[in-house]
Nanobody
Framework: QVHLVESGGGLVQAGGSLRLTCTLS????????MVWIRQSPGKEREFLGH???????????EYAGSVKGRFTISGDNAENAVHLTINSLKPEDTAIYYC?????????????????????WGQGTQVTVSS
């Protein structure tokens, strides 16, 4: 059974950077497309980006337009984890950040942004950005 654990959240000052980690057990990240989302109180879940293996130790990532350029998703086979690095943090980045894994690859790219496609979810990690 696939199990995900997020870590790396905390309280940071605006303008700083943070790296979140999503560690997968019960499988290999190379076999599971992964997604990062966040949710703030009173708001809907926001898709941030996804990453999937496209070769040996090679991951391809796509991002939501709202975070492109500030957020980076990377895969780490050695840790069996996916990282989300956030630069130039803003107070509006305050949220609980979740990762999720899909069982297998999609037949079309649009599928990766559909959160219903992801069966396995972590418990989330809180990120709070102070101004």
């Amino acid at each position: 059974q696939v199990h995900l654990v997020e870590s790396g959240g905390g309280l940071v000052q605006a303008g700083g950077s943070l790296r979140l980690t999503c560690t997968l057990s019960g499988g290999a990240i190379s076999s599971h497309p992964m997604v990062w989302i966040r949710q703030s109180p009173g708001k809907e879940r926001e898709f941030l980006g996804h990453a999937r293996s496209i070769g040996i130790n090679t991951y391809y990532a796509e991002y939501a337009g709202s975070v492109k350029g500030r957020f980076t998703i990377s895969g780490d086979n050695a840790e069996n984890a996916v990282h989300l690095t956030i630069n130039s943090l803003k107070p509006e980045d305050t949220a609980i950040y979740y990762c999720a894994a899909r069982q297998g690859f999609c037949s079309d790219n649009g599928c990766y942004q559909d959160l219903q496609q992801y069966a396995y979810w972590g418990q989330g990690t809180q990120v709070t950005v102070s101004s």
